[in-house]
């Protein structure tokens, strides 16, 4: 079996910074993608950061120069700093990671339960 937990949302106001953790756990072999999406009320499920196991980051155009995200691969972790956060960044976010639970077997995407981001303007 196989968990994200995630942590570190809450309420921040317009400007502020947030810092968001998933740690995943369990009977893993491998982790390659360990990715951050987003879901804002009334809208389809969005990518935000992605990283590789080998730390490779890619990111959407409108967190780009005010979200970072990193992985300590020792301790299963990914994070999101995210600074200068706006109202329009305001949703539940959510880890996914690519996970191989067995040498050459075969990796599947588990999602962690969602964390609730919210700035106030």
Known sequence: QVQLVESGGGLVQAGGSLRLSCAASGNIFSINAMDWYRQAPGKQRELVAATTSGGSTNYA?????????????????????????????????????????????????????????????
């Open 61 to 121: 155009d409108s967190v780009k120069g005010r979200f970072t995200i990193s992985r300590d691969n020792a301790k299963k972790t990914v994070y999101l700093q995210m600074n200068s956060l706006k109202s329009e960044d305001t949703a539940v976010y959510y880890c996914n990671a690519r996970i191989a639970t067995v040498s050459g077997g075969y990796e599947y995407d588990y999602w962690g339960q969602g964390t609730q981001v919210t700035v106030s303007s």
